[in-house]
Each structure stands twice: as C-alpha cells, then as structure tokens.
C-alpha cells in the first residue's frame, strides 16, 4: 500500500497560503498537516483558528491538525468546527490521556497521539487499541528543517509491534526530517504517514516531490 503523504504548512508560504493549498489540492497528497504552538508547550508559536479556517475554505483534503500546546482539552472543539479532520494532541501535554482521546473521537474527528523523541513508546500500550493514529516525533517538536533523528527507527518498529499485539489497525505517522532519501527506510520500519514540511515547500517542484514521496518503495 502506499503511503499517506502528509505535507506540513508551517513551511508553506504565508504570503502565498491559498496558492500553497491549492497546490496540495492538485497534488498526490492524501493530507494537509497543519501544526498549532503555542509558544509554552514548545518554543515557538505558528497558528490557530484563523488560519485553519483559512486553510479549510480551500482544502479539499483532509485536514491533519497536530496541538503542540498546553490544556489542549480547551480547545477541540474549536479545532473541530474549524477544519479538523484528524485532532493529535502530545502524550506529555495532558495528564488525563484517555479522557482527552474520547473528547476528540466525541467531537467527530480522528484522534491521534504524538510523542517527542524522548518517550517511550511502551506508555501507550493501555491506550493503543482507542487510537486512529500515533504520531512519532522525528525531531525535537518546536522548529521545521531539523534533521531526523536516527533512533526513530527503533521506536516504529517497538510502536509497529504494539499496535500488532493489541489487534489495532492504528497508523503510525512520522513528522521531522522526512525526505525521499530516509522515506523507505521509514516506511519498512512501520510508518503509514509521511509528513514533509521543508522538504515539499522548499522544492523547485513541490508536486513532484509530492509524488516522489507517494511511490517511494517501501524497502
């Protein structure tokens, strides 16, 4: 199967976005990954509600929405009535983990789940089965253009295995220096999902790195 080609917007171009979406709209692309900071959970802020409507008038595809901020449960409902299709929210960032996969699932989206670089995957194991997707921190959270972390590999396939033992048909998403040289190995270690922010948007001809990325051969 092919993978799922999530191009990130947070290195779209701003003063360009509704040309940007509609290039996604034309592309092979399956999704529109759109990443909210708040400049608390991590350091930086992108954007809100605003331009996810903005986002949502145009986009005929899925609207993958990943919330980098704290007290996520404020705000899903909001996120729901702007666009989002599939609602992520971080394992670190609430305390009340399943409580929250319920409140996004109830407000009618995909619920997903990511972790930095530093968790452990084993932490999901008693919320696994509840899941649409598990997204996994490729980079340190916060930034674009970083460079992927090489010990990703491992937790997909550690994440590929316990999602197998629960009997769950969850996707593994991977988000963080995503490019058409790493992407097989990637894949053949468990992903589903490819986000790719710098490396779509930076291209001379993002709608065949788009397509690159789609039928890229899984190793």
Not at 56 to 61: F, I, P
Not at 175 to 189: Q, S
């Amino acid at each position: 199967m092919k993978p799922i080609i999530a191009p990130s917007i947070l290195a779209a171009d701003f003063g360009n976005l509704q040309r940007d979406i509609e290039m996604l709209n034309h592309s092979e692309a399956d999704w529109i990954h759109f990443d909210v900071m708040d400049g608390n959970f991590v350091p930086n802020i992108s954007f809100g509600f605003p331009i996810l409507e903005v986002v949502n008038d145009h986009a005929k595809k899925p609207i993958d929405v990943h919330l980098m901020i704290e007290n996520p449960e404020k705000y899903i409902q909001d996120f729901r009535e702007g666009g989002a299709h599939n609602i992520t929210i971080q394992y670190e960032s609430t305390r009340h983990l399943h409580s929250l996969i319920w409140q996004i699932k109830n407000a009618g989206c995909k619920a997903g789940v990511a972790i930095n670089p530093h968790t452990n995957v084993q932490l999901l194991e008693d919320v696994i089965a509840d899941l649409d997707l598990v997204l996994v921190m490729s980079v340190n959270p916060g930034f674009g253009g970083q460079s992927f972390i090489e010990n990703t590999y491992h937790k997909l396939r550690l994440l590929k295995e316990l999602i197998t033992d629960a009997g769950s048909d969850t996707l593994i998403e991977v988000d963080g220096g995503v490019n058409i040289k790493n992407a097989a190995k990637i894949l053949e270690a468990g992903a589903d999902v490819l986000v790719a922010g710098s490396f779509v948007f930076k291209s001379n001809e993002p709608e065949n790195t788009i397509s690159d990325l789609k039928n890229v051969i899984n190793a």
